[in-house]
C-alpha cells in the first residue's frame, strides 16, 4: 500500500471515529449495560486503533462499520471475562446483539443514552459533559472549548461522574415522549454545543467539522418525531440550518477562515436556508422565546441579506439586547453585541466600552477580546494598535486555522500600510 492510500485508511478512519463512534458507544451500552461503560469507551477507541494497522495492510472492509462494532465488542468481552465469574458472565451477556444494528436503531440507542445520563443526579453541567464524552466522540479539549473549562476540569467532572456510574443501574426503554419531555431542555443545550463544536472545531488542523453539526442536526430531529410542536427545538433546528448553509464558504481552498464580509453568498445552500425559514415559522407557536429563537432570527437576518452592505445590524443589535435582557449579561453576548455595534457606528466611545471588559474577562474569552478589539481600531484607521491586539490574540489562539487567520490579518494591515506610504 502506497503513501496516498495509507493516508486515505487514515482520513476515513478518523471520519468513522468522528460519525461513527458515539453510536457504537450507545448501541453497546444498550445491551451490556452502563456499569460498563469505561470498558465500552476503551474497547471502541481500541477498535479505531486497530482498524489503523489492520487496514493499512489488508485494505478496507466491505463493512467497516460492521468491521468496528464487532472488534469492539470482541475486546469489550475479553475486558468484561477478566473482570467476571463464569456464570456472573452468561446471565449477564446479551445473546441477541446484532453485528451491524440499523441506523434508526443507532440513533435510537445514541437518543436512549443522552437520557439515560440526564437521569442521573448529577450537576447540569456534569450531565453536559459526560454526555458529550460518551455519545459524541468529543475530546476533553473539544468539551473544554465548548464549553469554555480548562482541561483539567473537565477531566475531574469526567472522573467524578464514572465513580458514580459504578452505583448506577437503569435499563433502555423503548423511547417516548414521556421520556424525552423532563430532559428536553438539557437535550437541547448538549444537541447546541454539539453543533457548535462542529461549526469551529478545536481540532488542530480542521475549522469545521460537518459529521458533527450533521449529527446534532439528527438527533435534534429525532426529538422533534417525539415532540413536534416544541417550539424551541424548532428554533434550534433553525439555526442549525442557517449556520451549515454558509459552510461551503466559510474557508478557503487553503484553510483559511474567510469573514461574513468576504464570503461568497452564491455558494451559501439555499436548500438549508429555506430549510431554516421553515423550522424559525414552526417555532412561532409559543408566547415565550428562547435564546435559540433570538440566535435563529439573528442568523436568518444574515442569510436573507442580499449581501454584507445591506445586513439589518440595528435590527441585530436589538435582538442581542433582548438576549441580555433573557439570558441576564455575558461578556460573549456583550462582545457580539459591540461587533454588531461597530458595523452600525464605529467609534473611539464604542472602543473604550470594549477594553473596558478587560477587567472582567476570564481566559477563554481572551481571543474574541482581542479580534475584537483589533477589529474596531481597524475600522478606526488606528492600524497600529490594531496590529498589536492581533499580535495579543495570536498568543490566545490554540487552532492553526485560528493562528493563520490571525497571522492573515497582521499581513493585510502591513500591506495596507505600506500602501499608504507609496
Not at 452502563?34 to 476503551?42: G, R
Not at 481552498?253 to 439555499?270: H, V
Amino acid at each position: 500500500m502506497n503513501k496516498q492510500e495509507h493516508n486515505e485508511i487514515f482520513k476515513t478512519t478518523a471520519h468513522l471515529f468522528r460519525e461513527y463512534s458515539g453510536k457504537m458507544v450507545a448501541i453497546l451500552t444498550k445491551y451490556y449495560g452502563i456499569k460498563q461503560l469505561e470498558n465500552i469507551m476503551d474497547a471502541v477507541q481500541e477498535s479505531f486503533e486497530a482498524a489503523l494497522k489492520h487496514w493499512r495492510y489488508k485494505g478496507m472492509p466491505n463493512q467497516p462499520e460492521a468491521w468496528l462494532l464487532t472488534t469492539a465488542k470482541n475486546k469489550l468481552l475479553n475486558a468484561i471475562k477478566k473482570e467476571s465469574t463464569l456464570a456472573s458472565l452468561q446471565a449477564s451477556l446479551p445473546n441477541d446483539f446484532e453485528l451491524l444494528p440499523s441506523p434508526l436503531q443507532m440513533m435510537d440507542s445514541q437518543l436512549q443514552l443522552l437520557l439515560k445520563i440526564c437521569e442521573l443526579k448529577l450537576p447540569l453541567k456534569s450531565q453536559i459533559i459526560f454526555t458529550l464524552y460518551t455519545s459524541s466522540g468529543f475530546g476533553v479539549p473539544e468539551i473544554a472549548n465548548a464549553l469554555l473549562m480548562t482541561n483539567e476540569a473537565v477531566k475531574k467532572h469526567i472522573f467524578r461522574t464514572k465513580q458514580l456510574l459504578q452505583n448506577a443501574s437503569f435499563k433502555f426503554d423503548e423511547l417516548a415522549e414521556k421520556h424525552i419531555a423532563p430532559n428536553l431542555n438539557q437535550l437541547q443545550l448538549v444537541l447546541y454545543l454539539m453543533f457548535n463544536e462542529g461549526y469551529k472545531t478545536t481540532r488542530a488542523k480542521e475549522g469545521l467539522n460537518i459529521d458533527l453539526c450533521y449529527e446534532a442536526m439528527r438527533l435534534a430531529k429525532l426529538i422533534l418525531q417525539l415532540q413536534p410542536n416544541d417550539a424551541t427545538t424548532n428554533a434550534l433546528l433553525a439555526l442549525m440550518f442557517f449556520n451549515i448553509a454558509r459552510f461551503p464558504a466559510r474557508i478557503s481552498n487553503q484553510n483559511f477562515w474567510i469573514p461574513l464580509e468576504q464570503q461568497d453568498r452564491s455558494l451559501w445552500d439555499p436548500a438549508f436556508i429555506r430549510e431554516g425559514l421553515y423550522y424559525l415559522h414552526q417555532s412561532k407557536n409559543t408566547q415565550q422565546l428562547s435564546k435559540h429563537h433570538l440566535e435563529a432570527i439573528i442568523a436568518s437576518i444574515h442569510c436573507c441579506a442580499t449581501d454584507f452592505k445591506t445586513t439589518n445590524w440595528s435590527k441585530i443589535i436589538y435582538l442581542y439586547e433582548q438576549m441580555e435582557v433573557l439570558e441576564g449579561p455575558s461578556t460573549a453576548l456583550t462582545l457580539n453585541k459591540m461587533i454588531a455595534m461597530s458595523y452600525v457606528a464605529p467609534s473611539v466611545e464604542l472602543l473604550a466600552q470594549l477594553t473596558a471588559l478587560a477587567k472582567e474577562l476570564k481566559p477563554e474569552h481572551q481571543l474574541f477580546f482581542h479580534l475584537a478589539k483589533a477589529h474596531l481600531n481597524t475600522l478606526l484607521h488606528q492600524h497600529a494598535n490594531a496590529e498589536n491586539c492581533y499580535r495579543e490574540a495570536l498568543n490566545h489562539a490554540q487552532s492553526e486555522i485560528d493562528k493563520q487567520f490571525i497571522l492573515n490579518k497582521i499581513s493585510d494591515i502591513a500591506l495596507s500600510s505600506n500602501g499608504a506610504r507609496s
